[in-house]
T-cell receptor, first 113, second 116 residues
Framework: GNSVTQMEGPVTLSEEAFLTINCTYTATGYPSLFWYVQYPGEGLQLLLKATKADDKGSNKGFEATYRKETTSFHLEKGSVQVSDSAVYFCALSDQSNTGKLIFGQGTTLQVKP | GAVVSQHPSRVICKSGTSVKIECRSLDFQATTMFWYRQFPKKSLMLMATSNEGSKATYEQGVEKDKFLINHASLTLSTLTVTSAHPEDSSFYIC????????????FGPGTRLTVL
């Protein structure tokens, strides 16, 4: 079945450091891929998405590229801020017409000043 | 725009009682709503998908008689945990989308259920 695997957290970085959160997936066909962010006390928000191979999603300085050959969708940011501290979820939506999302386990990012 | 609310934000109940959680789309009509369960340090697990006016579709292993879902209008879905037990204690999250396929899901802030 379809699944998503994220790197274990928590990830602790100093402000302005480079961020990578790894995400790999297993799926049949051509899923759409997403990164969601959950700030403390809030609901999940869509951060970025990519719907086909080699697409790059980007938002708020974050980027992720849909790599079919490595079945990966790693999240990167060149310079993190304290306000980026949150839980990040990688997810996929398969090609069925249901809209279902399958989530990774989430990675907590803590950015220290 | 695209705000989803949940009520209550947290609830504590005694074992054997039933608890209802509401999920509302505040500024859009949601044809599809999803209910997730999140365990500590674990992923969100999809419990069921509900479409307005029809019966919910439950994921494998989710007891439909225990987790009753009603999607009576385009802005409201409810999850009722019947005869709750301590193992039902969890964080329940809903999301809503305008239509099922390939459209963004908007998530509620979640409800923390603790069953004593």
């Amino acid at each position: 079945g379809n699944s998503v695997t994220q790197m274990e957290g928590p990830v602790t970085l100093s402000e302005e450091a480079f961020l990578t959160i790894n995400c790999t997936y297993t799926a049949t066909g051509y899923p759409s891929l997403f990164w969601y962010v959950q700030y403390p006390g809030e609901g999940l928000q869509l951060l970025l998405k990519a719907t086909k191979a080699d697409d790059k999603g980007s938002n708020k300085g974050f980027e992720a590229t849909y790599r079919k050959e490595t079945t990966s969708f790693h999240l990167e940011k060149g310079s993190v801020q304290v306000s980026d501290s949150a839980v990040y979820f990688c997810a996929l939506s398969d090609q069925s017409n249901t809209g279902k999302l399958i989530f990774g386990q989430g990675t907590t990012l803590q950015v220290k000043p | 725009g695209a705000v989803v609310s949940q009520h209550p934000s947290r609830v504590i109940c005694k074992s054997g009682t039933s608890v209802k959680i509401e999920c509302r789309s505040l500024d859009f009509q949601a044809t599809t709503m999803f209910w997730y369960r999140q365990f500590p340090k674990k992923s969100l697990m999809l419990m069921a998908t509900s479409n307005e006016g029809s019966k919910a579709t439950y994921e494998q292993g989710v007891e439909k008689d225990k987790f009753l879902i009603n999607h009576a209008s385009l802005t409201l879905s409810t999850l009722t945990v019947t005869s709750a037990h301590p193992e039902d204690s969890s964080f329940y999250i809903c999301s809503a989308s305008i239509s099922g396929a390939y459209n963004e899901q908007f998530f509620g802030p979640g409800t923390r259920l603790t069953v004593l």
